[in-house]
DNA sequence: GCAAAAGTGTTGCTATTACACCCATGC
DNA sequence: GCATGGGTGTAATAGCAACACTTTTGC
């Protein structure tokens, strides 16, 4: 037995769709061996063991592109769950990890991390060769976040509604909203995220002034084009700006 | 090897002592066997290895109690460290290893915790048995933080770092400070508190004005005696009241 | 009586809230 | 011409920052 057995990366993926927020989950399959009949499916978080010779964070980046075809985004540790039983509190989790021929009293510790990204952006698909031809991970997708699987792996659960707290809190101290966001935004859009994320709304005046006295968000000399109503301001985010305005006044953002 | 051969937590323990802000730190100490010359010391975290069946946190408790002394206090986890080579950046680390016979590039990742209390209120001292008669940590002593010592075990320096930075932003959102404040307070004490983690000073009516209008902190029947001053207000914290205000209301403290 | 910390109010400024109408565009 | 989202100002209120003197006690 080897580090690698006893730690993982579980990832939570929030997804907005410029209408609503998301998370990716994979749905877990297991087949009967002889009737191909599905013994039970659930969701469960892209995740994976860490290598041994892996930093966490590449596990992650690792685990999210082999299960969703995601690549290339930032991604925020946000805590680590390792209780005794996280993997063998149901029935069908023991099912599982026999199965694959893991021990369901074995300890695994999880790091979580968590992220926000545009959920149209990417073509979701799993390319990771699956181990166990009866068994396996398949379908990554969006499932909207007031309407969450009641059937999940595991803790997995509980991992996904702490993961949503700290993106309800990062959002408000971080500039966690750019990262999704295109190069070019609309204030328009930028409140609707907010509005989806923090699941509030705000007055669209109260909200404008607000943000525009931020010297980071800074107007391009360019408009929306092809839309149906006056077109609007194009923005941009300046992450240099951030960071310096950041440095003498720790508490920005709304 | 075993779970508890790869999984390890450290604690960051900040007390204050009622003048500046400190931190626990154990001397990690290296003796020739022969001579009995020392080696090498240096400061290092009280932290150890989490045991195949006991929760992370549980560890967390243990390992104070065994090399500080220091029972029933609150942690909170901050962030988890896991770089590949984090046991083995620094000569002396290489040494202590392998004379503990453990391999320096094995891979450990370690949970971090950290907690404030009062300075004053503990006898410290070491209770484990320590296994190699010739290294040993020892010493349990409060460190100014703003004279950290420069040489630290691992990667301790900057775990402590990290974990600084997560207290000064906990302490404006949560009440932290309540968990090392007596039972009853003066108003003065808990300004005194906040200038020291935050370093910064505040308008004493100003700073009255905020927190006298949090429903949570209650004025007792009941004044200072025997001060050589004016004697001030008695209050506490209501920790039920709190809850109940959180829940409304997210964002409280300073 | 003096040292030491407690306690207290006002003012100007800044930020926040609440609120309603016209504008530019594509179809 | 109508549907769609963009864009704007003001007034009332609440919160924040800056400021100095008196009080009570122990010694």
Redesign the interface.
Known sequence: ???QD??SVDCVIFGYDFERLKVLLLERVMLDQATHKVIFSDKILPGSH?L?????EAAAKRVLVEFTGIEDIPLH?F??F???DRLSRQERDILWLKNIHQDPS??V?T?GFYSLVDANKYKLSVTKQQTHPEMFKRNPAWYDIETIPEEMAYDHKQILYEALSYLR?GV?YNPLVFELLPEKFTLGLLQKIYETILNTTFDKRNFRRKLLKMPFIVPLEEKQQKVAHKPAQLYRFDWKLYQQVKRNN??IML
Chains 1, 2 share one sequence.
């Open positions: 037995m080897d580090f006893y730690v860490v041994n010779n892996e930093p966490i540790q805590k680590t390792g209780d005794l074995q300890r510790l790091v809190e408000k720790h508490d």
